[in-house]
Structure formats: structure tokens, C-alpha cells
């Protein structure tokens, strides 16, 4: 279960964003879909921020009712430190340029086994990219980037992964051998293949999705932004 208290983002002193009380069960997945410019990733952002808190000051937000609140001028230089219950991929991926496709999913993952690298090899295999193990991340496309950090967080299995800008631009052709995608709106084969993996990590946690307002039945709470306020749809 992911439990959230209620969430307040302020710029300086005024309020920016707030987010109320979340509760999402473990293998269910949330989307949030709004316009640009309006507070999606600090939405997630915020989020992630509150996981990194020590788990006895989140269970004291969450038990005395206590709004957390983050100050963005404070905390916008934000390391990035990862942890493995909880993943944040941003907008842009966070590939290493000078890495290879193979040592850009290996990074972060200890003890590499014969089972896992052959999961990197099938997953890699699902996009056509297996080819590719070798090429540096500075060679890759931006889809084909998304698809690498994708894959790296599903050899992760966080507890919950947050993502960030999930739009059809995704989908788009990460491989010769898939057709281009030339009409608006319409997304290419790739699109089964990612959700296929997503659900590996909705099985054992949660998904919490942002991009813009688009119908994904994957998820089963959807969200969005009014007012300067996080809402259900």
C-alpha cells in the first residue's frame, strides 16, 4: 500500500501545488493527465521527495494528519539519489552517453547472474534492441533511451516507479523492423511490449504515470491538476 499525506509545494512562500491524502494498494497503478505547464512533474517530483524521508518521519505525517511540505527553492538541486523502493524517470532519460546499452542497464544492479543477463537479453530482444547491446548511449535515439531505463527499472522491481512525460512519442519506432508512426495519436507496436513490462513491476507494487490526457486502460486511478490542485478525474 502506498499511503501519502497531504502534500503542499510551495515556491518561496506561495503554494504551487497541492496534493491530498493518497492511497493506492499494492499492484494498482495511477495516472495523471493534464496539460503542460500546470505542475505534472512536480507532482512526482514531490513524491519522490517525501519517499526520501526516513520511514519514521513518514509514518508521522501519516498517523498525526501533519502536510508535508516542500520548498522548491530549497530543494530543486535534488541529487537524484536512487533507491531501489522507489524510481523516478524523468522526462529526460538518465542514460550515461559514454555507456554502452548493456552497461547502461548493469549499472546499478549488484551480483549479475547468468538469469539476470539473459533477462537483459530478452527484454533488449522485445524492442529489437538486442542488436544494440554494444552502441554508447550517446548513439541512441530518445525513444530507445526511454526504452533502456525502462527495462533497467523493471530488472530493479521498485516498489512503486514514478514516470514522467509517458506519451505516445514513447511508442514511437525504437527499430527498422517496426512501422513508423505518421498519424497523430496513433502509437506503434511497441506500445503492448511497454505495458507488458510495466506490469511485471504493478505486480509486485505500484505505477504512478504523468503525461498529458490520454486514455491508457492499464490504469485504474486517474487524476488531474485544476486549480493549482491534484483531482480525480
Given at each position: 500500500?502506498?499511503?501519502?499525506?497531504k502534500?503542499?509545494?510551495?515556491?518561496?512562500?506561495d503554494?504551487?501545488?497541492?496534493?491530498?491524502?493518497?492511497?493506492?494498494?499494492?499492484?494498482?497503478?495511477?495516472?495523471?493527465?493534464?496539460?503542460?505547464?500546470?505542475?505534472?512533474?512536480?507532482?512526482?517530483?514531490a513524491?519522490?521527495?517525501?519517499l526520501?524521508?526516513?520511514?519514521?518521519?513518514r509514518?508521522?505525517?501519516?498517523k498525526?494528519?501533519e502536510?508535508?511540505?516542500?520548498?522548491?527553492?530549497?530543494?530543486?538541486?535534488?541529487?537524484?539519489?536512487?533507491?531501489?523502493?522507489?524510481?523516478?524517470?524523468?522526462?529526460?532519460?538518465?542514460?550515461?552517453?559514454?555507456?554502452?546499452?548493456?552497461?547502461?542497464?548493469?549499472?546499478?544492479?549488484?551480483?549479475?547472474?547468468?538469469r539476470?543477463?539473459?533477462?537483459?537479453?530478452?527484454?533488449l530482444?522485445?524492442?529489437?534492441?538486442?542488436s544494440?547491446?554494444?552502441?554508447?548511449?550517446?548513439?541512441?535515439?530518445m525513444?530507445?533511451?526511454?526504452i533502456?531505463?525502462?527495462?533497467?527499472?523493471?530488472?530493479l522491481?521498485p516498489?512503486?516507479?514514478?514516470?514522467?512525460?509517458?506519451d505516445?512519442?514513447?511508442?514511437?519506432?525504437?527499430?527498422?523492423?517496426?512501422?513508423?508512426?505518421?498519424?497523430?495519436?496513433?502509437?506503434?507496436?511497441s506500445?503492448?511490449?511497454v505495458?507488458?513490462?510495466?506490469?511485471?513491476?504493478?505486480?509486485?507494487?505500484?505505477?504512478?504515470?504523468a503525461?498529458?490526457k490520454?486514455?491508457?486502460?492499464?490504469?485504474?486511478?486517474?487524476?488531474?491538476?485544476?486549480g493549482?490542485?491534484?483531482?480525480?478525474v
Amino acid at each position: 500500500m502506498l499511503e501519502l499525506p497531504k502534500i503542499v509545494v510551495k515556491d518561496g512562500k506561495d503554494t504551487i501545488l497541492t496534493i491530498d491524502e493518497l492511497k493506492i494498494p499494492d499492484g494498482e497503478s495511477l495516472f495523471l493527465g493534464s496539460d503542460n505547464a500546470v505542475g505534472k512533474s512536480t507532482f512526482l517530483e514531490a513524491i519522490y521527495l517525501y519517499l526520501q524521508l526516513g520511514r519514521r518521519r513518514r509514518e508521522k505525517y501519516i498517523k498525526t494528519g501533519e502536510t508535508y511540505i516542500w520548498n522548491i527553492q530549497k530543494t530543486r538541486k535534488f541529487s537524484g539519489r536512487r533507491r531501489y523502493d522507489a524510481l523516478l524517470l524523468r522526462h529526460s532519460p538518465a542514460i550515461f552517453p559514454e555507456l554502452t546499452v548493456y552497461q547502461n542497464i548493469r549499472r546499478p544492479l549488484k551480483n549479475l547472474n547468468i538469469r539476470m543477463k539473459n533477462k537483459i537479453i530478452d527484454y533488449l530482444r522485445l524492442f529489437d534492441l538486442q542488436s544494440k547491446l554494444d552502441k554508447k548511449g550517446e548513439n541512441l535515439s530518445m525513444s530507445e533511451k526511454k526504452i533502456i531505463e525502462l527495462i533497467r527499472s523493471v530488472l530493479l522491481l521498485p516498489e512503486l516507479l514514478l514516470i514522467d512525460d509517458f506519451d505516445p512519442r514513447f511508442f514511437m519506432k525504437v527499430s527498422s523492423s517496426e512501422p513508423a508512426v505518421d498519424e497523430p495519436g496513433k502509437v506503434a507496436s511497441s506500445h503492448d511490449k511497454v505495458f507488458e513490462l510495466l506490469e511485471l513491476i504493478r505486480k509486485n507494487g505500484t505505477i504512478i504515470m504523468a503525461a498529458g490526457k490520454i486514455e491508457y486502460p492499464f490504469f485504474m486511478h486517474r487524476y488531474t491538476i485544476k486549480g493549482g490542485r491534484v483531482v480525480v478525474v
